[in-house]
């Protein structure tokens, strides 16, 4: 049987991604293939906790150009990682794994309250924590968020699934010369203004020394390839002693 090379993950989540082919909504079928690979992850025995975007639903960036003001538009976000959160745990339920969503927002008729050792003491038992509403402060993005709880919960490993196999030089939607990385820092992701995290995430990830992994969710099989220490996607690696 594949150890994990990582006993305690977090997985960070692209709203857009549970918003399937309509790029909006919770597409179930995405939702029941997430739910499958997150469950082929806990059969590995690694520990799971899981941050979900809410750009599927709102987004607060967005709307605050649109003219909504900024600190309203993030707490309309946050709820709508809330719902995204929700809809994972049914999935992951349905597929006969144990799960607890747990908010930076009190909502006690639907949720815990994020208390972290209640949340070390689920994963200690086998249930995925999804961690929803953010930090429950406006201004901090969920990828903050995925850094924030990763440190709290003493993570081995962030595992950022997107919609892209790797992290690039340049957008490579865009671009067809983009070079990808398969392994660069942290210092480098904030030097070249790589589009990884945004940089108040990439530097608590730095300062905390939690490696990240930028992969492809679409194609299966990949989270846990990434749990298992296989080469997936791009490894950004906390930076060694003495490195120039």
């Known amino acids: ?14 709203g857009e991604v549970f918003g399937g082919k309509q790029k909006y909504g919770v597409d179930l079928e995405v939702l029941a293939v997430v739910a499958q690979e997150i469950k082929s992850v ?46 994972l745990q049914d999935a992951l339920e349905t597929a ?48 903050t968020t995925a850094a ?4 709290e919960l003493d993570a081995d490993v962030i595992l950022k699934a997107t919609k892209v196999d790797g992290v690039y030089d340049k957008d490579p939607l865009q671009f067809k010369n ?16 790589l589009r990884v995290m945004d940089s108040t995430a990439a530097s608590l990830c730095m300062e905390n020394k939690i490696p990240i992994i930028v992969f492809d969710l679409t194609k299966p099989g990949n989270i846990k390839k990434a749990v298992a220490g296989k080469e997936v996607g791009t490894l950004v690696e906390v930076e060694k002693q003495g490195r120039k």
Request: glycine fraction near 10%; charged fraction near 25%; hydrophobic fraction near 45%.
């Open 148 to 151: 924030l709880r990763a440190a």
């Open 42 to 87: 806990r059969e590995l025995g690694a520990q799971v906790a899981v941050v979900i975007g809410g750009g599927n639903i709102f987004r607060g960036v967005a709307g605050a150009v649109k003219g909504i003001d900024r600190a309203t538009g993030d707490y309309m976000g946050m709820l709508a990682t809330v719902i995204n959160s929700l809809a």
């Open 96 to 143: 006969g794994v144990p799960s607890r969503v747990q908010t930076a927002i009190e909502m006690r008729s639907i949720a815990e309250s994020f208390i972290r050792r209640r949340a070390i003491r689920h994963m200690e038992k086998g249930r995925v924590v999804i961690l929803a509403a953010g930090t429950g402060n406006p201004y901090f993005s969920t990828d």
């Open 1 to 14: 049987m594949t150890r994990p090379a990582y006993k305690r993950i977090l997985l960070k989540l692209s």
């Open 178 to 193: 983009a070079k990808k990385f398969k392994k660069i820092t942290h210092m480098e992701v904030l030097q070249k203004r």
